[in-house]
Each structure stands twice: as C-alpha cells, then as structure tokens.
C-alpha cells in the first residue's frame, strides 16, 4: 500500500502523463484533519479534464489506492478525487481562478512532487 506523498507523486506523474497545465502540491496535513496533500491541476477542456480523473483513478486502483469519493459538476468544468488523505482536484482555468484553492489554502506549504521538475532544476 502506498503512503501519502507516494499517492500524491504517483497523482502529479499521471497529471504530467496526461499534460495537465498548472500542476500544484499542497502539503495540507496541518490545516485539513481529512487528507495530507492536495494536487491541483488544470485540464484544457471537460473531456481533457475527464481524461485525467479517469487515468488517475485507474492507475491508482493499480496499486490498491481507492477513490473514497469523486465529484465534478455536468459540465466538466472541476473534479474532484478524494483517494482518502489526498485530495486531487482537476478544474478548467477558469473554474480554477473562480475557487482559488491555493488562496484558500494559503498556510499551507507548496512542494514539488514532480520527477519532471525535479530533474529540470537539478540540470539548471
């Protein structure tokens, strides 16, 4: 079974897989008593953004991770996952700047998750 922060990579390498725009990790543990990471994205488009929750769920599911729970609006303009102590949530820019999670959750620590990233700044 995977810990938290494996869940969390393993959702910000599919969002990459899956060129998701804007990815975001917060480290939420110490202000939400429910999950220990948000991953925040955006997809282009509802079904781009559809794409991305049905991948990250059956990768997932892959490594015994279970959706608890999963919402999303009729027009494909937010998602969200709740794979117990993470949290993934998959908007359009516009739903995205119209909740500003990363405003709301401001006290929480933003950390890099991504290999991608994470290999860029090593080279630089």
């Given at each position: 079974m995977l810990d938290s922060k494996s869940i969390a990579q393993k959702c910000v390498q599919i969002a990459e897989d899956k060129k998701a725009d804007n990815i975001v990790t917060l480290h939420v543990e110490k202000?939400?008593?429910v999950a220990d990471y948000f991953v925040i994205c955006n997809g282009n488009t509802s079904r781009h953004a559809a794409g991305i929750a049905q991948e990250m769920?059956?990768?997932l599911k892959q490594h015994d991770v279970r959706?608890?729970?999963r919402e999303y609006?009729?027009?494909g303009k937010w998602y969200l996952i709740d794979f117990d102590s993470?949290?993934?949530h998959i908007f359009q820019e516009d739903s995205r700047s119209f909740y500003e999670l990363e405003d709301l959750w401001s006290d929480a620590?933003?950390?890099n998750l991504s290999d991608t990233q994470t290999?860029?700044?090593n080279e630089g």
């Open positions: 202000q939400f008593m769920e059956k990768e959706c608890h729970h609006d009729e027009e993470v949290i993934v620590k933003q950390v290999k860029l700044e």
